[in-house]
């Protein structure tokens, strides 16, 4: 299994930028896809963005435009640049990778807390 350490999070005002990373280490064989999800309290995990080997994307709807999920392969860090944060971006994000056994196999990181001010 993959261990994933997110950090980059913190405090920023409406309008500003973050980029967080994910460093993946351990079993990172078999990969199928990465990611970052981000949960706020009683809320389910919801999607932010993803990157499917073989370099396609997808993001969620609120991000469009302004988030861009990427990944150095040599470094196995996966990256996520923020632009234009909105207060409604404030979350916890977390890091996701996705592997191929006998069924789906997902690993996590802690989270990184990522707040913005208006």
């Known amino acids: 299994q993959v261990q994933l350490v997110e950090s980059g999070g913190g405090l920023v005002q409406a309008g500003g930028s973050l980029r967080l990373s994910c460093a993946a280490s351990g079993t990172i064989g078999r990969l199928i896809d990465m990611g970052w999800y981000r949960q706020d309290p009683g809320k389910p995990r919801e999607l932010v963005a993803i990157m499917y080997n073989g370099g396609s994307t997808n993001y969620g709807d609120s991000v469009k435009g302004r988030f861009t999920i990427s990944r150095d392969n040599a470094k196995n860090t996966l990256y996520l640049e923020m632009n234009s944060l909105k207060p409604e971006d404030t979350s916890v994000y977390y890091c996701?990778?996705?592997?191929?056994?006998?069924?789906?196999?997902?690993?996590w990181g802690q989270g990184t807390q990522v707040t913005v001010s208006s």
């Open positions: 996701n990778a996705g592997q191929m056994g006998l069924v789906r196999i997902d690993s």
